[in-house]
């Protein structure tokens, strides 16, 4: 069984500064795939990023990067520049063979001007 | 990415009534997921929506009450059965295998409220 975890119930940062958002993983599976969502008010849930096991280079994204260390089980997500707009709820997840997703229970992120 | 659609947006419905949810995606894809995300909790898979054959379930959600239908790799649906307040949450739908990808979209949600 997969399982995330989000250690981080909310995170306060400043408009401008970056903030890392923690995510450890535990699975037995080789293969597994890992992603970063973030869902504002509004319900919807926003793909970042996605690192696969195997890619050896960190995922980035625009603003968005995946910090992968696979040793330590962990994929955190790193937000450079924070803006207003990235106040929302993120969610950090796993798929295993069948790409279905676990999710973690998340860290709702607001962003101070 | 695809463009995902969900209909309706939002519901409220009456207890003991069922609810049909649409998800239609811009090109063919070969997984398609539901998933359910109750009142401050985080997302709960309840099925792959498999083309041409029953759904697979997984543990604490059957089909009865959440029956699925994916007669083609664009459209699914999800049927909320009978349903009580304990069925009050945001359903949605998830694609993955785009190009090839394994990245994972997900449509915009359905808000449902049970009263």
């Known amino acids: 069984a997969q399982k995330i975890t989000q250690t981080q119930p909310g995170m306060f940062v400043q408009e401008k500064e970056a903030v890392t958002l923690d995510c450890t993983y535990d699975t037995s599976d080789q293969s597994y795939g890992l992603f970063w969502y973030k869902q504002p008010s509004s319900g919807e849930m926003i793909f970042l990023i996605y690192?696969?096991?195997?890619?050896?280079q960190n995922a980035t994204e625009g603003r968005y990067s995946l910090n992968f260390q696979k040793a330590r089980k962990s994929a955190n997500l790193v937000i450079s520049a924070s803006q207003l707009g990235d106040s929302a709820m993120y969610f950090c997840?796993?798929?295993?063979?069948?790409?279905?997703?676990?999710f973690g229970a998340g860290t709702t992120v607001t962003v101070r001007a | 990415s695809a463009v995902i659609s969900q209909k309706p947006s939002r519901d409220i419905c009456q207890r003991g009534t069922s609810l049909t949810i649409q998800c239609q995606v811009d090109?063919?894809?070969?997984?398609m997921f539901w998933y359910r995300q109750q009142p401050g909790q985080s997302l709960t898979l309840i099925a792959t929506?498999?083309?041409?054959?029953?759904?697979?379930?997984e543990s604490g959600f059957v089909i009865d009450k959440f029956p699925i239908s994916r007669p083609n790799l664009t459209f699914s649906t999800l049927t909320v059965s009978n349903m009580s307040p304990e069925d009050s949450s945001i359903y949605l739908c998830s694609v993955s295998g785009l190009a090839g990808s394994d990245e994972q979209y997900f449509g915009p949600g359905t808000r449902l409220t049970v009263t």
């Open positions: 690192q696969g096991s195997y890619d050896e």
């Open positions: 997840a796993m798929t295993d063979t069948d790409y279905k997703l676990s």
């Open positions: 090109s063919q894809v070969t997984m």
């Open positions: 929506a498999n083309q041409g054959s029953e759904a697979t379930y």
